[in-house]
Structures are given as structure tokens and as C-alpha cells.
């Protein structure tokens, strides 16, 4: 048996989470609207060898926050489309109930502490 969740709450922590990490996705966008071109001249032309690296490190870096934050919003839309279907807090793999403290942290995660645990372990 599994205690009524109280969706609304969970709603808004997921709209508030949503709109956080859509800002940090729109600030990725602009810090990387710049072209490298550009940039790779630049220090190209003051000749560094070294920082040619550290420009494409730094992008790299910027790009996998980016797809980590692309990831963790279609991750928030899909907790937020289980509300709107009636499946939001059963895990996806065992069918149970999850935890309220694992909701509370992690409002959009799809899996049980166990069924989470085992995935990782392999
Ligand atoms: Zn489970």
C-alpha cells in the first residue's frame, strides 16, 4: 500500500528545479554563443601554446554541464508528466513506493533507493 503523495508540493519543487536549471542552460547558451574561432586566435596570436588547451578544456567542461543539465531537465519533465499520469513516486523498475525522503531530495528521480542501489552496482 502506498500513503496518497501530495503531487501539488512535489509540483512546484519540480517547477522551481525546472525554471533553475532551464536559467542554467540559457547562461551555458550564451557563454558558449561566442564563436571559438575567436577565441583560439586570440591566444593563438599571443603566443602560449599551453592555453590553447585550456581554452578547449574549459569548453569541454562548459558542454558537459550542459548536457548534464539537458538531461536533468528532460529528467524534471518526466517526473512532472508521471504527476500529470498518476505514477509519480512508484518506481519504475520494482512498481513499490518511494521513499518521501528520497523524494523530497530528488523529486524527479524514477527509481527506489534498492532498485537505484542495484542499477549502480551493475
Ligand atoms: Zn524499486
Redesign the pocket.
Known sequence: MSAAIDTEHYRKRLLDERERVQEAIDYLHEENSGSLEDETQEIQSDNHPGDMATATLDREIDYTLEENSERLLSAIDGALERIEDGTFGT?R??G?AIDPARLEALPYTT??I??KRKEERG
Request: hydrophobic residues 0%; contains cysteine.
Open positions: 518506481c523498475t520494482c513499490r527509481q527506489c534498492d532498485c
